[in-house]
């Protein structure tokens, strides 16, 4: 983001597709819970990347970043459901707490964990994890995104789960 707002254009191209598969897994999660598909999650997906365009010169750079998002896709999803009228009446009350209580932060303070241990593995297992886990696309489709053959992925992906999970043993003490 603070490239983005240097005038890195390719920075905030890049930006803006890490935060496209990130809030796309956010808004499914949220919409699969009141029953509602996809095209209603990337409708919003696409509100908040345009609110996050429009409004980035508000981004204090002294601030973590994830929170600043985070907010932005949490008040573009109560927006969505008072415009929609959506009723919680007929659902039970866990369910509803689940989807209006402010527990981002958890989630917020995993994405910044799992940021900065995949900081630590090689750039190609975290293109191919980030690809195939977090963003859900195919084996092949990371393939040509990286420009590397499917095997080549495959391996990429268990030799970066791998370090990833020594990396959380060695920091957990086990």
Known sequence: MTAGLDGDAIAYH??????????RAYYRNRFARIGHGAAEAEDLLQEVLIAVHTHRHTYDLSQPFMPWIHAIARYKFLDYLRRTKYSFKDMPIERAEELTADSDMAAIESGLDLHRLMSQISLKARKAIQYVKLEGLSVSEAATRCGISESAVKVAVHRGLKALALQVRKESGA
């Open 14 to 23: 890049r930006l803006l597709e890490r935060l496209t598969g990130h809030l």
